[in-house]
T-cell receptor, first 114, second 115 residues
């Protein structure tokens, strides 16, 4: 079975600085997708970024980028120029074959200090 | 286009009562998924439904839990004879199809508290 591990229960960053959230996963498959979701206090799950495993180029969405290391099964999220609105719980997730059966990590709570 | 709507946002039930959680998918979405988030855990898949059909219920507890997505109206997650361990946030998501190239949109969840 696939597992997703987020080893940092909590992280903090100063406003305007850069922070990296870690995620490792375990799978025997070669074709899959990886995701980062943001869950603010409103509890809404918001997709931040996704990466297709067969694409070597790291995905980027504005201030959010990933470092995807397929051999190491590592998928970290970098947030540049952190803003107060980035404060949230961040979940790493894995899926294969379809978009509905996501396997989530336990999350990292990000605090942004003014 | 309204997002995925879940109600109620908060639900309190006494042990032994029934809980009914409702989910209206986004307009044009015929695929609905339910997830459960226990305290300090990530979301865990429960069930995938299309209109009038359960496609995958591999994450659903075998007893007391059921789900439906009727031809008309919202999807319902039903928990009978609730116990304290059912206290969790229950999320619904929907998408137009299940390809990984499309996003599943989540609702804001229903927080169930069993007292």
């Amino acid at each position: 079975a696939q597992t997703v591990t987020q080893s940092q229960p909590e992280m903090s960053v100063q406003e305007a600085e850069t922070v990296t959230l870690s995620c490792t996963y375990d799978t025997s498959e070669s074709d899959y997708y990886l995701f980062w979701y943001k869950q603010p206090p409103s509890r809404q799950m918001i997709l931040v970024i996704r990466q297709e495993a067969y694409k070597q180029q790291n995905a980027t969405e504005n201030r959010f980028s990933v470092n995807f290391q397929k051999a190491a099964k590592s998928f970290s999220l970098k947030i540049s120029d952190s803003q107060l609105g980035d404060a949230a719980m961040y979940f790493c997730a894995y899926a294969r074959g379809s978009n509905y059966k996501l396997t989530f990590g336990k999350g990292t709570l990000l605090t942004v200090n003014p | 286009n309204a997002g995925v709507m879940q109600n109620p946002r908060h639900l309190v039930r006494r042990r032994g009562q029934e809980a009914r959680l409702r989910c209206s998918p986004m307009k044009g979405h015929s695929h609905v998924y339910w997830y459960r988030q226990l305290p300090e855990e990530g979301l865990k898949f429960m069930v995938y439904l299309q209109k009038e059909n359960i496609i995958d219920e591999s994450g659903m507890p075998k007893e007391r839990f059921s789900a439906e997505f009727p031809k008309e109206g919202p999807s319902i997650l039903r928990i009978q004879q609730v116990v304290r361990g059912d206290s969790a946030a229950y999320f619904c998501a929907s998408s137009p199809y299940t390809g990984l190239d499309t996003e599943a949109f989540f609702g804001q969840g229903t927080r169930l508290t069993v007292v």
